[in-house]
């Protein structure tokens, strides 16, 4: 492994793509302490010192992805989110406006225009998050579980010049985290976009796991860090493991040449949705909290009884409610995605053109329903797992006392361990290109 490393710092080219690519990610983390206009930065480190652990857990996924900048209230507080939001929007607008499924299938020029909506969609929900973002800061909400005077005054300026300032500092950043992520993909190592969200999550895990040894020691520290490993092994093996369906094709003659005639698979995975439903999931949930959150009562007056009632049981993620729900919505949503993201007819289709066929199973028809039956097994105990991952968190914040960014389990380790593998698959690959041993023995 180490002569691999070393092997890649001996190859001019990949030295240079690994030396940009840490570069950028340099930036990256840079901009997420630089805070933007008009913000009072001392007061922010202070309500962030004070808050307590769940204090900030209706924002802990955006925090997340962010790398804690979101809460800092820095020129790079949004982070990725909105390019991931955007992507998966575009995404699920293939199914619902026909010339974006056109544009897909046109190849390299067609999904090239959908890289240019998403990039403007992008930009329009990073105008509508900093806006968000900055009045819920203006209201003193941001830092819900803080009580100090200096959590109510974190912006110093309250005038429509500064507010509009701060919006369009908070966008300009997304689109620079967006540059730089394509940078990365055309100029370094990985998916830039991936490798900034890798980045991001994995700053958080020094002061998750700090938190963890103040509170409960460095005995259950030592014991986290065991079932830690465990469950990064578990999802390695569930993320690697795969349905090979096999397909054979038929030889035939085009002009002098024979085609055909060799015998593939389909890999079908068992987690082909990857992080997405839990994003759907953790997305849909925070909604009613934080349309309570914009209904709370004047000074002198009860909460209406649904603001109560979401507060007791849809803020708090040790709540059994919230978990059970939460299961269940990624279970769901688990189905619903692969659903959109591969379709048996399609597959079936393109099969009988080429002359492809699995072996047993009659062309056309019956091969779209005997993949749409793989397809519904296999995903069960994938949306499971997925279920059961996304759980961790709340479990280890309602036993060790962990607050809910937890590093081994929800989102964070499902995108550390997918980003992870993807990396150093492309590093051996340009390895092996030069006829050196890869990574991967």
């Known amino acids: 492994m180490f002569n691999a490393i070393g092997r ?3 190859t001019p080219d990949l030295r240079r793509k690994l030396g940009f690519t840490l570069a950028i990610v340099a930036l990256f983390r840079l901009g997420s302490f630089i805070p933007a206009p008009f913000v009072d930065f001392n007061n922010v480190q202070a309500c962030l010192a004070s808050t307590s652990a769940d204090a900030s ?4 996924l955006v925090n997340v992805f ?17 390019y991931i939001t955007a992507s998966i929007i575009v995404q699920l607008l293939r199914v ?3 010339h974006f499924e056109t544009l897909y299938k046109e190849g390299q020029s067609g999904q090239g225009k959908l890289t240019q909506y998403t990039r403007y969609l992008t930009i329009a929900l990073a105008v509508l998050q900093s ?8 209201s003193g909400a941001l830092f819900s579980g803080a009580t100090a005077t200096e959590c109510q005054q974190l912006i110093t300026n309250d005038a429509w010049y500064a507010i509009m300032l701060m919006v369009i500092t908070m966008t300009a950043g997304t689109g620079l985290i967006m540059w730089f992520g394509e940078l990365i993909t055309e100029r370094g190592i990985g998916n830039g976009m991936s490798l900034l969200i890798f980045t991001s999550i994995a700053a958080t895990f020094p002061g998750s796991l700090w938190n963890i040894a103040m509170v409960r020691g460095f005995d259950t520290f030592a014991i986290v860090i065991l079932i830690g490993l465990v469950i990064v092994l578990a999802v390695v093996f569930v993320e690697q493991s795969q349905r090979r369906v096999p397909v054979q094709y038929a030889k035939r003659m085009v002009g002098r040449r024979t085609y055909g005639g060799n015998n593939t698979y389909i890999p079908i995975k068992v987690n082909m949705a990857g992080v997405v439903p839990v994003i759907f999931a953790s997305s849909l949930l925070y909604l009613p909290a934080l349309i309570a959150q914009f209904n709370q009562p004047a000074a002198g007056e009860d909460p209406q009884p649904w603001v109560v009632w979401i507060q007791n049981y849809l803020t708090q993620g040790s709540h059994p409610l919230y978990m059970l729900l939460y299961f269940l919505l990624i279970v769901g ?5 692969v659903a959109i993201t591969f379709n048996p007819d399609d597959v079936a289709e393109n ?10 199973i009659r062309a056309g028809r019956p091969t779209a329903e005997y993949l749409d039956y793989v397809l519904t097994r296999i995903t069960f105990p994938g949306s499971l797992y997925l279920g059961l991952v996304a759980l961790i968190p709340l479990i280890a914040f309602a036993l060790v006392g962990a607050d809910q960014n937890f590093p081994f389990g929800g989102a964070s380790i499902l995108i ?20 050196y041993e890869g990574l991967l023995r």
């Open 8 to 10: 890649i710092f001996r």
């Open 416 to 435: 550390i361990v997918g980003v992870g593998l993807e990396t150093v698959k492309q590093i051996d690959a340009q390895l092996q290109q030069r006829h």
């Open 57 to 60: 857990g209706l924002y802990e």
């Open 351 to 360: 099969m009988k053109k080429y002359g492809g066929f699995i072996p047993g």
């Open 131 to 138: 806006t968000t973002l900055i009045t819920v800061a203006r």
């Open 96 to 98: 619902v406006i026909p």
């Open 66 to 82: 962010s790398g804690g900048a979101l809460l800092q209230l820095s020129i790079f507080a949004l982070g990725i989110m909105p």
């Open 333 to 337: 949503f688990t189905y619903f995605y």
